[in-house]
């Protein structure tokens, strides 16, 4: 026998962001704008979903929900009194599942998924503050929930998940008086590891910021669309200059 | 927690360019920022690798530090805890250079020797 060493030089990653891309293209095709709702367990990811999307379709937003689970429907049996579509995802074998959807899971999901009735699908990933982070899903955009049970310092512990996500809900704001927590600290700590996210202020239980996520959400559509036109152009720019005289 | 999961993304991508071949040795270049524990992603790569291509291959991984560049004074620096802030500057945008690499760099397989030789003719 004789070893041979092979260059490989590949992202361990690469086959899920492969399928990932395959979902996108789904997404794109349908034209449904696409969020990844990532969280630790408890946050208040559901909760806020129960609120912040109730009677939005008659404000002209249709939204849908992939309801991913370690085990259950119980998330999806909440979100059915809303009347919007939703499906659930179980990761289970029997015993508890993956702590986290991937792009495989998803795409194999995506048949029950009715996207032409959709401007906008929420993947409401398991609760988990690591995992979900590594594993893109095809999604446009991904919001992170953190509740002010969870402690300031959460961001500089996971910085991998707080830098993923263009949106920061802080949630269960009606707990804070009393509590013995310091928010502007949260904030703070949000902004060292992730300067570009919008951080939003919110209990999902009195509905104290909701209107305001709900704004961020049925302008997401036209946000996207207007980053993708522009990475277009920059793109078409940059294969211009690179293009031989 | 998520070595598991990377780790069964590690053995898939080893042993498709393995082709077949019994793998002896990886090596993987992983970022700082990754926040991959070593030590339990080896524990999972003998888990995950056995009774395939790459069980009992050796694990080496390099390490990438994790570096920024400031947008605005195009600054360059190592950080060793997450904060992403220009020191020049203050906040604001700041992009990583490196530290975010998850790659498998190389591995190194079995063949039959002179395979070529061996060949029918």
Known sequence: MHRTKVRVVEDALDANNTIASANRGDFDRSDVTVVNLMSAPGAGKTTLLERGLEGLAEEGLRVGVLEGDVQGSFDADRLSVLHIPVVQLNTDNGFGGECHLDANMVRSALPAVPLAELDVLIVENVGNLVCPAEFRIGEDSRIMVCSVTEGEDKPLKYPLMFRACELVVINKVDLLEHLDFDVDRLEANIRQVNHHATVMRVSAKTGEGVEEFRTWLKDLPARVAAEAAHDHEHHDHADHEHAPA | ?121
């Open chain 2, 1 to 121: 927690m998520h070595e598991f999961d990377l780790s069964s993304a590690i053995v898939a991508t080893v042993n498709k360019h393995a082709e077949g071949r019994r793998v002896t040795h990886v090596t993987l270049r992983i970022g700082r920022l990754r926040q991959v524990v070593k030590d339990t992603l080896e524990f999972y790569l003998a888990i995950v690798g056995k009774d395939t291509p790459c069980e009992g291959a050796t694990l080496e991984i390099i390490d990438v530090p994790a570096v920024l560049v400031c947008d605005t004074c195009q600054n360059e620096w190592q950080i060793e805890i997450p904060a992403f802030i220009c020191g020049t500057c203050g906040p604001g945008a700041v992009e990583v250079k490196t530290g975010e690499e998850f790659m498998v760099e190389s591995i190194e397989v079995e063949d039959e020797e002179d395979a070529a030789c061996t060949a029918p003719r």
